[in-house]
C-alpha cells in the first residue's frame, strides 16, 4: 500500500522554471527520501532528509521536512531538460527498514 | 564502483511459469531489497534479506520467495507466474541495516512480462 500522496501527479514547465512537489505521508517515519525515475528505468537517490531536520539542500534541490504535518516539499531549481523524470518520495519508518514510497509526479521540462 | 547490477533487462513467461530474477548488490552492501513496480499499483516492497536472513516481507502471496547468498547477492523466484505479476522488479541494496539512514541504491531492474 502506498503510504501518502504526491502532489501534483504531473509537472509541465519550461526550461529554467523552478518545479516544486510535494509529499504528504502517514506514520511516523526515520526519514524521507526522494528519488528519481527516467522512463521506467531504476531509481536515483536524489535526497535524504532525517526526520529531525527541516531543510536540506543538494545542488539544484531543496527538500523541506514538516513532521507536524506529514508532508514534504521537493523544490528544483533552474530546470533543465534532462530533469523530465517521474519523482518520488519515500519514507523509511520504522517497520524493518522498507521503503514505502508515493504515487510520484511525473515532471515535463520543456526546452 | 560498479552499481546495483539485476539480470535478466527483460524476461517473458507464461501464466503458470516460474521466472527467478538476480540481483548483485554494491560491494560492501550486505542489505538487499527488493520491490515491484507495477502499472496502476505504484512501487510496493517486496522482501528484504540482510546477511543471508529474511528480514521483512511485504504483502505478496508465498510464490513469492527469495534468498540472499553468502557473497550478498539475491535472487527473487516467482512460482505460478499470473498475468498480473508484469511489473519492473526493482532491487535495491545498502551497507548498513537496522534504521541507519542510509538511502538505498537501486539497480535498472528487471521487467517482467507475462503472456
Known amino acids: 500500500s502506498q503510504q501518502g500522496e504526491e502532489d501534483p501527479q504531473a509537472l509541465s514547465i519550461q526550461e529554467g522554471e523552478n518545479a516544486t512537489m510535494n509529499c504528504s505521508y502517514k506514520t511516523s517515519i526515520n526519514n524521507l527520501q526522494w528519488y528519481r525515475q527516467n522512463s521506467g528505468r531504476g531509481l536515483v537517490h536524489l535526497i535524504l532528509?532525517?526526520?529531525?531536520?527541516r531543510e536540506k539542500h543538494s545542488g539544484r534541490l531543496r527538500v523541506t521536512l514538516d513532521t507536524s504535518k506529514k508532508s514534504s516539499s521537493l523544490l528544483i531549481t533552474a530546470s533543465r531538460a534532462a530533469d523530465t523524470a517521474s519523482y518520488f518520495c519515500a519514507t523509511d519508518g520504522a517497520a524493518g527498514n522498507k521503503l514505502t514510497f508515493g504515487g510520484g509526479t511525473r515532471v515535463l521540462v520543456k526546452p | 564502483e560498479a552499481g546495483v547490477t539485476q539480470s535478466p533487462t527483460h524476461l517473458i513467461k507464461t501464466r503458470g511459469q516460474q521466472a527467478t530474477l538476480r540481483c548483485s548488490p554494491i560491494?560492501?552492501?550486505?542489505?538487499v531489497y527488493w520491490y515491484q513496480q507495477a502499472l496502476g499499483l505504484g512501487l510496493q516492497f517486496l522482501l528484504w534479506y540482510d546477511e543471508g536472513e529474511e528480514r521483512n516481507r511485504g504483502n505478496f502471496p508465498p510464490r513469492f520467495s527469495g534468498r540472499q547468498f553468502p557473497n550478498y547477492s539475491s535472487e527473487l523466484n516467482v512460482n505460478a507466474l499470473e498475468l498480473e505479476d508484469s511489473a519492473l522488479y526493482l532491487c535495491a541494496s545498502t551497507w548498513v541495516a537496522w534504521g541507519s539512514n542510509q538511502p538505498q541504491h537501486f539497480g535498472d531492474g528487471t521487467r517482467l512480462s507475462i503472456l
Open positions: 532528509i532525517r526526520s529531525n531536520e
Open positions: 560491494s560492501g552492501h550486505t542489505s
